[in-house]
């Protein structure tokens, strides 16, 4: 089982950037598909972005299109989140996940998660 670690939180104003960092220890790095997901106050966790395996082929919810980019480094064990512009709206506690399944279009087939890092935009 993969064990998974954000960092890079914080506190900000709109129209700033951070990048998140999410390190991977315990499995093989380069056999998961992995995701970022986030959840807001009083709201459900709603998908972000996710990468395969190689890199090659990411996914992003509208919501951050063209503002969010998604990356890994297996060398590293390690997947990032860059988000620049960032709204008030994007205020949430920012979760990595790592999927072992062929699809992992869904939340559910997500087996591990991280802790979870803060990340508040304010206006």
């Known amino acids: 089982q993969v064990q998974l670690e954000e960092s890079g939180g914080g506190l900000v104003q709109a129209g700033d950037s951070l990048r998140l960092s999410c390190a991977a220890s315990?499995?093989?790095?380069?056999?998961?598909?992995m995701g970022w997901f986030r959840q807001a106050p009083g709201k459900e966790r709603e998908f972000v972005a996710r990468?395969?395996?190689?890199?090659?082929?990411?996914y992003y919810a509208d919501s951050v299109k063209g503002r969010f980019t998604i990356s890994r480094d297996n060398a590293k064990n390690t997947v990032y989140l860059q988000m620049d512009s960032l709204k008030p709206e994007d205020t949430a506690i920012y979760y990595c996940?790592?999927?072992?399944?062929?699809?992992?279009?869904?939340?559910?087939?997500?087996?591990?998660w991280g802790q979870g890092t803060q990340v508040t935009v304010s206006s």
């Open positions: 315990g499995g093989t790095f380069s056999r998961y598909v």
């Open positions: 990468l395969s395996r190689s890199g090659g082929t990411v």
């Open positions: 996940a790592a999927c072992s399944r062929y699809g992992c279009s869904e939340r559910y087939e997500y087996g591990n």
